[in-house]
């Protein structure tokens, strides 16, 4: 059984910054690629960004794109989302997930596999 962790939520002030952190713990397992998203009440839940654990390609909806930032210390099995400009519409719950099958760029949430507990993140105008 694999676990994913998240942390780093909180509240923060539009063009703030927040760094979250998952840590992917249990069964090794490889290839995989590694994602966030997240879901705002009401509403469906949205890619934020992508990583493939081995070669490291990234891929980030128009959204986000140049704001966030996602990375992999494949050392500690931890996944990054660095998010600056942070803006009242990024508040959501914010997901980790990991797909197990491939090295490469998985943006549909219906292929995960595994998913953490989520952390609220919330951006005051």
């Known amino acids: 059984q694999v676990q994913l962790v998240e942390s780093g939520g909180g509240l923060v002030q539009a063009g703030g910054s927040l760094r979250l952190s998952c840590a992917v713990s249990?069964?090794?397992?490889?290839?995989?690629?590694m994602g966030w998203f997240r879901q705002a009440p009401a509403k469906e839940r949205e890619f934020v960004a992508s990583?493939?654990?081995?070669?490291?390609?990234?891929y980030y909806p128009d959204s986000v794109k140049g704001r966030f930032t996602i990375s992999r210390d494949t050392a500690k099995n931890t996944v990054f989302l660095q998010m600056n400009s942070l803006k009242p519409e990024d508040t959501a719950v914010y997901y980790c997930?990991?797909?197990?099958?491939?090295?490469?760029?998985?943006?549909?949430?219906?292929?995960?596999?595994?998913w953490g507990q989520g952390t609220q993140v919330t951006v005051s105008s």
């Open positions: 997930a990991a797909y197990v099958g491939a090295d490469t760029i998985v943006v549909h949430p219906d292929e995960y596999d595994y």
């Open positions: 249990g069964r090794a397992f490889t290839p995989y690629t």
């Open positions: 990583v493939s654990w081995n070669r490291g390609n990234t």
